[in-house]
T-cell receptor
C-alpha cells in the first residue's frame, strides 16, 4: 500500500535561514509526489509535484523539493525562510487512478522573526 | 469567487442528526473528492467521483454517503452524526495532477 511519512510534527526556523521539511514515501511502482500548504482557516494549496524528470523540483513561493529514489524521500526546501511561510505542510502521494491522494500527517512550520 | 466553494463553513450539530455538507466548483473538473482532516492524521479520503455516474468509496466511507448532483456539485451526508465525526472536511477537484481544495467545513458533533 502507498504511504507517506512526515517524521516531524513541527519545524522551527529563524527568518532568513534555510528550511527543510522532511517526507519519506513507500510506493509500488513510480511515485507521483506532491507538497501542499495549508494556511490558517484556508484550504490546501498546491506547491509542487514530482512525476518524472529532474530530481530537483521547483514550485510556488520559492519552494523546491528534492526527490531521492535511493532514500525514498521527497524533502521540501527553501533557501531563505519568511515569517509568512509559517503554515501546515503536507506531503502526499498519488494512490492509483482518479488522482486520489494519500497524505502525510502534516508538519507545522514556524518561522520566527 | 472561490473556484471550489463549500457550505456551510462551520456547523455544530447534535448526535444522531442528519447533516449535509455541500460543495460546488467552477473549474469544470470531472473529478471530485471529499476528505476529512484530523489533527495528527493528515487528510483521509472519504469518497471520490469521476463523473455523475461514478461514485467510489475511499479509505473511511463508513457513516458517510455522497451525491453527485451534477458535474459541478458533490454533497457529503452524515446520516446519523456521531461525535467522532467531528473534524474539518474538505472538498477537492482535479483534472490532471493538481488538486484544488475548498476552504473547508468545520463540523462539530456534540
Amino acid at each position: 500500500a502507498q504511504s507517506v511519512a512526515q517524521p516531524e510534527d513541527q519545524v522551527n526556523v529563524a527568518e532568513g535561514n534555510p528550511l527543510t521539511v522532511k517526507c519519506t514515501y513507500s510506493v509500488s511502482g513510480n511515485p507521483y509526489l506532491f507538497w501542499y500548504v495549508q494556511y490558517p482557516n484556508r484550504g490546501l494549496q498546491f506547491l509542487l509535484k514530482y512525476i518524472t524528470g529532474d530530481n530537483l523540483v521547483k514550485g510556488s513561493y520559492g519552494f523546491e523539493a528534492e526527490f531521492n529514489k535511493s532514500q525514498t524521500s521527497f524533502h521540501l526546501k527553501k533557501p531563505s525562510a519568511l515569517v509568512s511561510d509559517s503554515a501546515l505542510y503536507f506531503c502526499a502521494v498519488r494512490d492509483g487512478g482518479y488522482n486520489k491522494l494519500i497524505f502525510g500527517a502534516g508538519t507545522r512550520l514556524a518561522v520566527h522573526p | 469567487d472561490a473556484d471550489v466553494t463549500q457550505t456551510p463553513r462551520n456547523r455544530i450539530t447534535k448526535t444522531g442528526k442528519r447533516i449535509m455538507l455541500e460543495c460546488s466548483q467552477t473549474k469544470g473538473h470531472d473529478r471530485m473528492y471529499w476528505y476529512r482532516q484530523d489533527p495528527g492524521l493528515g487528510l483521509r479520503l472519504i469518497y471520490y467521483s469521476f463523473d455523475v455516474k461514478d461514485i467510489n468509496k475511499g479509505e473511511i466511507s463508513d457513516g458517510y454517503s455522497v451525491s453527485r448532483q451534477a458535474q459541478a456539485k458533490f454533497s457529503l451526508s452524515l446520516e446519523s452524526a456521531i461525535p467522532n465525526q467531528t473534524a474539518l472536511y474538505f472538498c477537492a477537484t482535479s483534472r490532471s495532477d493538481e488538486a484544488f481544495f475548498g476552504q473547508g467545513t468545520r463540523l462539530t458533533v456534540v
